[in-house]
């Protein structure tokens, strides 16, 4: 990005500026278009300019977009009727973000620890490899070095990492001092590395036999990506605790923390805030994503989509490609031979493909899940071509 920028470039994007899209193809400034193989990191999930969702925040801009949190809103308590029932919750708070919906989860198991416990009871178990935001405590909770700079430090304390399959390190991992045990069902910015479904169920477990939550990170795996609401569903783990965000709203910033259970109940009036959060404006554009999500067949063609482009990919016998791995339209390409994945992210820029990478090793594909056929195929053949002019 050339120099003077009055945004700091945190995000070390790309010299390319976009003025409009649709569905899954943008289109910058220059005139030029790109197939959408990211969507905001899984953000846009009905993909650009959604007439149902577009409508939705239009009419709703025109009504009310914010009235703070001392009031109660229709849509507001509308669209929590909506989510609870679709997801099988029983109570939820609405925050602006997956780092902040995250806190939530991270305050609720704290309190929840308190009052079964008291100040004995407070270590979260997370796991390695995986992510959990940007603030300090969802950074603590994150099982990657390379997010905890000394410069950032001191860290909140109270978090235990263990490794992912371990069944070992299970029985260790929980006793009385554990308040919950927090765990994406698929690690988004670990790799797009998958759990096995007896390891998550078994860790479930454990962690309600020693008194502790059981919390899922869906805050990329969340809301449709894998082909059902919630991949914990796949996991058949039933957490505690369930954290949204990503496409939550189709592209307003929004986040949720669901809870039900014995996590029903632990918070109290002024235990958690937030100025934005559940806006009427953001709640309109959830009901609207929602609404899409629960269609007949919206969900069976999101998996159907995630395996054409995983099948078509294991077809070509590129020797760059290791694995090629996910659920429905989250899926990781494992990438060898030496190349960075950073240099295929680009490449592919260059070529007309956004895409993004996960891990040390991964390119990884969150597409919208309304995308088209057409639009599949035209970034695949991108795509190919990027790894061909590799090899």
């Given at each position: ?15 390319v500026v976009f003025v409009k899209g649709r569905n899954a193809t943008l289109t910058a400034a220059d005139g030029r278009t790109y197939i959408d193989f990211i969507s905001g990191i899984g ?178 795996t969340g809301i449709g990506r894998t082909g059902a609401l919630l991949a914990s569903e796949a996991l058949g783990i039933e957490p505690d605790v369930v954290t949204l965000a990503k496409g ?144």
């Amino acid at each position: 990005m050339e120099q003077g920028r009055k945004i700091v470039n945190n995000y070390g994007s790309f010299d390319v500026v976009f003025v409009k899209g649709r569905n899954a193809t943008l289109t910058a400034a220059d005139g030029r278009t790109y197939i959408d193989f990211i969507s905001g990191i899984g953000v846009n999930c009905l993909g650009h300019g959604h007439r149902a969702l577009v409508r939705a925040v239009r009419r709703q801009a025109a009504r009310q977009m914010h009235i703070s949190n001392y009031y109660l809103s229709d849509e507001g308590l509308a669209f929590a009727d909506e989510l609870l029932a679709a997801a099988g919750f029983s109570g939820g708070y609405f925050g602006n973000s997956g780092a902040e919906a995250n806190e939530a989860a991270i305050k609720l198991a704290r309190k929840y620890g308190w009052e079964h416990g008291g100040g004995r009871r407070r270590t979260i178990v997370t796991l390695e490899h995986s992510f959990h935001g940007r603030t300090l405590a969802t950074l603590a909770a994150t099982g990657q070095e390379k997010f905890h700079p000394p410069y950032f430090a001191p860290y909140p304390e109270g978090f235990k990492t263990i490794r992912a399959g371990d069944f070992s390190a299970l029985e260790a991992a929980f006793d009385d001092t554990a308040a919950a045990l927090f765990i994406e069902c698929i690690q988004g910015e670990g790799g797009v590395n998958l759990l096995d479904k007896k390891w998550a169920q078994a860790a479930a477990a454990a962690a309600r036999k020693a008194g502790a939550l059981v919390m899922a990170d869906e805050v990329q795996t969340g809301i449709g990506r894998t082909g059902a609401l919630l991949a914990s569903e796949a996991l058949g783990i039933e957490p505690d605790v369930v954290t949204l965000a990503k496409g939550i709203a189709g592209g307003i910033p929004m986040g949720a923390c669901l809870f039900r259970g014995a996590a029903d109940g632990v918070f109290k009036a002024g235990d958690h805030q937030s100025t934005f959060a559940g806006n009427p404006l953001a709640c309109a554009a959830g009901r609207a994503v929602l609404k899409t999500l629960c269609a007949p067949g919206f969900m069976e063609r999101v998996s159907r989509a995630g395996e054409f482009i995983r099948s078509e990919i294991r077809g070509w016998n590129s020797p760059l490609v290791q694995d090629v791995r996910g659920a429905g339209l989250m899926i990781g390409v494992q990438i060898r031979g030496g190349v960075k994945p950073f240099d295929i992210e680009a490449r592919c820029m260059d070529e007309g493909l956004c895409v993004s990478t996960a891990g040390s090793d991964v390119v990884r594909f969150l597409p919208p899940l309304t995308i088209s056929d057409k639009e599949i195929g035209a970034g695949l053949a991108l795509f190919r071509r990027v790894l061909r002019s590799l090899q």
